[in-house]
DNA sequence: GAGCGATATATCGGTCCGATATATCGGTCC
DNA sequence: GGACCGATATATCGGACCGATATATCGCTC
């Protein structure tokens, strides 16, 4: 998760553990939430891997700023994170999130297989949630009724969500198509 | 948190680990997805912790069934766990839901308290959130820009939820009151 | 009584969090 | 100039939790 969400900023300009911590927070909300203690040590890991580099070599870092570009090797770890998606990113909405905010660098065929899993997924759980509801709702605290019933609301309003996001995806000529969908990659007016 | 979960759903009558697993998930939903790795370890811990206690004793468990009931240490480790809320529960949609599924237990003042807060915590998130999107809406992609109005819109729908839940606490009397809201506590009709 | 899917427990490696410690930078106040 | 301080920046440790894997047992059908 984390190595994804370092990497996919990485790509865009080279940048030191903290500002790093910073995008992520605020690109991502309350969907990116890491701590320091696993965002150094990922750190530590990619370069070792060779997936990101820093100027200053390995001797006597003591703590000053550290910058790290992404590689080759980064790019391509990268793109197979992205690619290759489990059943926690479509059970999970921070990995889906994740996921979301680096959708454009993915195959559209993908992104779209993807939302439809995620899709298939919440009303699979819906159908679930709603059921449960009717049975227990008599037999529980009002607490535990409204907990339910918020579980439900997320789920119809995801799905309608994802509906509206497949609905543009086609608009904009993606049976299987390539990037559309971003105004304009680097226009940085 | 998976042992506040495991003690509050004990509270209720004696399981085993299977069980729990099935019952946190149908409870708390996608708010509740705990797995055997984390849970079997709990048991054990709780267990010898003295919060927890079941009939077999420590000799040859193999791998029959564990049946787990709550202990009067376990009562009140249930309680210090559900009264302290750090800044995890505030700011942390699992860990708040989590407590939400036991506020029943919770005394009336500690359940105003912990709404309030998180109500708080999300303003001033939107806050930020709603400035930081209306500002790089102009250069950043498509998807990313829906990622961040998916964030404000959350805010903005949880804030009115505890409203509504606020004014429906104040309405059974709840300013700092006793046990309101609860329909009825065993009437299993 | 063999076969099998659901029930049930255990464990390992690895990711991530939360707390804590430490160093550096850029002011500003005297 | 140097003492102080808040923001910037990195490091590390213990523990919670996940995901994968292994294993045992139960109840059913054939």
Known sequence: MLELGVLGLLKEKPMHGYELKQRLAEQLGPFGRFSYGSLYPTLKRLAKDGAVETDLPKTEASRRKNVYRITPAGESLFDALLEESGP???????????????????????????????????????????????????????????????????????????????????????????NAAAPTPEGAR
């Open 88 to 178: 926690s990113v479509t059970e999970e909405r921070n990995a889906f999130m994740l996921r979301l905010a680096f959708f454009r660098y993915m195959k559209p065929e993908t992104r779209t297989r993807l939302m439809e899993s995620r899709r298939g997924y919440l009303q699979g759980r819906l159908q679930k949630m709603a059921a449960s509801l009717k049975n227990v709702k008599e037999k529980m605290d009002a607490y535990s009724v409204e907990l339910m019933r918020y579980g439900v609301n997320e789920a119809e309003h995801d799905i309608r969500w994802l509906d509206d996001m497949l609905e543009t995806e086609r608009r904009n000529g993606n049976g299987t198509n390539s």
